[in-house]
């Protein structure tokens, strides 16, 4: 059968530190839409990693007493060791510092030179060394780096530099005619109004100041900047060169989306396309530019010291309540907060109650009343309808979130199908209708009503929650993963185990204050 493919990328992490919780997102993010798009049938290759050069980390290394491959070798390392943590299942995770990339990258500096998109000049300009930009005095926010608010120098420096210009209004009629290509659409507007319209000033693409990255394969004097170095990561790991792109190119490029910050959108929505116009390639279907996870209202910072890890959050709480936070409440537009009582809260709401206590409740009750052995015996009453009608069209309302990108709400639609399940138990009282024994076969008819809708919800629940997921369907004893409502499969289920303990708030934000002490 030959698949529809799914090229999916994150931006590259910049290996400069250890990622926090906020970060860790967008993996995870991207892990969710590949997970789902693999069960839709696709053929998905999803692609992440880490960007390695650059003045910051020849800096950090340096004060680290270390040479800067060595200090990128275990950064990337503990990146890798987040992204595994958090249990996602990229096919690929690339390093600027590999040497074919490096390769390619020099060619395609020489190619867009030869071409004359590339040309030699002089910089001058507000430099911001963590930012790794050159900013106008209008650009400034009182007088500092508009995107990290830190002190910005004088520089002077002779610099390659890329014409976004030539470009420019070919890139506007294109975003402009591609409804879909930037998305949400309120990043869309702030890039043609604010950037592209106003008018594009030509880039610089090389640095003489430090040494670490990939040199100009024509002047070794110059290194080529973050630009093109980071953003050609996304071809130059499918086979892309010049003069000899590789079947596999073929195969997955255009990039079907690119899952970036909503911090980094110009760099994706105007200087990649700008340059992969220059190099005669098709645009990425999509990029979308996702909001921040903020520590209750501010962003994360070792400054203000509010800085949460995936791996600290994951052995306080487990892989799947995480997963589960930070899918679901972030919303699709705005930023989304986390603190250690939302995530406590959410866990005990949501996981232990609404999901743990139905998977419990009915697993019980077919053990109680039939050995765990339950059919579908077909006996129908009112009450049936609407919940049947609910579940069988969940799939498809989960598919109509997942093609708009709004993960947390096909979340939500699930977790909607779980509650009418604890209603629907409410509603049939099947512990009254145990005491009948003319009433048994409604009796399983209703939990087989159950046990295919928690069935049903786990399988959606993949994406998600893979683990979770796992063990349901083993409670379950069962392996169909049909996302249809069946209406004649045989279960014979396994003891129950709880999926999500209920935390006791006050105690647990005690150990946590014990363990930041420690």
């Known amino acids: 059968m030959n698949q529809e493919k799914y090229y999916i990328t994150t931006a590259i992490a910049y290996a400069s530190g250890k990622p926090h919780i906020g970060n860790t997102y967008e993996i995870v993010l991207a892990d969710a839409i590949a997970r789902f798009k693999r069960r839709k049938g696709f053929d998905v290759y999803f692609q992440t990693g880490t960007d390695e050069h650059g003045e910051k980390i ?301 998977v419990n409740r009915t697993i019980s009750m077919a053990i109680k009343y039939f050995d765990g052995h339950v059919k579908n015996t077909k006996v129908f009453e009112e009450v049936d309808n609407d919940f049947l009608q609910f579940v069988k069209s969940l799939s498809h309302r989960v598919d109509e979130k997942m093609d708009h990108l709004e993960i947390g709400l096909a979340m939500e639609e699930i977790f909607d199908t779980l509650r009418k399940c604890n209603k629907y138990i409410d509603d049939t009282t099947p512990w009254v209708l145990a005491k009948e024994d003319d009433l048994r076969n409604r009796l399983e008819t209703v939990l087989y009503h159950l046990l295919e809708s928690i069935r049903v919800c786990a399988v959606l629940l993949s994406s998600f929650l893979p683990d979770t997921s796992e063990e349901i369907l083993r409670q379950l004893g069962i392996s169909n993963l049909s996302e249809s409502f069946e209406t004649d499969l045989s279960y014979q289920v396994n003891e129950p185990k709880a999926l999500f303990q209920r935390i006791d708030i006050p105690k647990k934000l005690e150990e946590i204050e014990n363990l930041k002490n420690m």
């Open 58 to 358: 020849e800096l950090k290394a340096k004060e680290a007493n270390m040479e800067p491959q060595e200090f990128v070798d275990n950064i990337s390392r503990e990146i890798k060791r987040i992204w595994d943590i958090m249990n996602t299942s990229y096919d690929k995770f690339v390093r600027t510092t590999d040497v074919q990339h490096k390769k390619v990258v020099g060619h395609i500096f020489e190619k867009l030179y030869q071409q004359g998109d590339i040309y030699l000049g002089q910089y001058e300009g507000l430099y911001c060394t963590p930012c790794e930009s050159f900013w106008t005095e209008t650009q400034l926010v009182d007088g500092k780096c508009p995107d990290c608010g830190r002190e910005v120098v004088k520089r002077s420096e002779e610099a390659y530099f890329f014409k976004l210009s030539k470009y420019q209004e070919r890139l506007i009629e294109y975003i402009e005619s591609h409804p879909d290509f930037i998305q949400p659409v309120s990043r869309k507007n702030e890039m043609i109004n604010n950037f592209l319209k106003p008018g594009l000033q030509d880039l610089c693409v090389s640095r003489t100041t430090f040494d670490w990255g990939v040199r100009v394969p024509f002047n070794d004097k110059h290194v080529v900047y973050v630009w093109i170095d980071a953003l050609s990561n996304y071809i130059t790991n499918i086979g892309y060169d010049v003069d000899n792109a590789s079947a596999e190119f073929h195969k997955w490029w255009p990039c079907d989306l690119h899952l970036i910050g909503k911090d980094i959108i110009r760099f994706h929505t105007i200087y990649w396309p700008i340059l992969l116009m220059a190099l005669d390639l098709p645009l990425p279907k999509q990029v979308f530019g996702h909001p921040w996870l903020l520590f209750g209202s501010d962003k994360m910072s070792k400054s203000k010291g509010n800085i949460m890890y995936a791996d600290d959050l994951v052995n306080l709480f487990g892989v799947d309540a995480i997963r589960y936070y930070v899918l679901h409440e972030i919303p699709f537009q705005n930023d989304g907060t986390i603190t250690y009582e939302l995530i406590m809260e959410r866990i005990n709401s949501d996981l232990a109650n609404v999901l743990g206590n139905l």
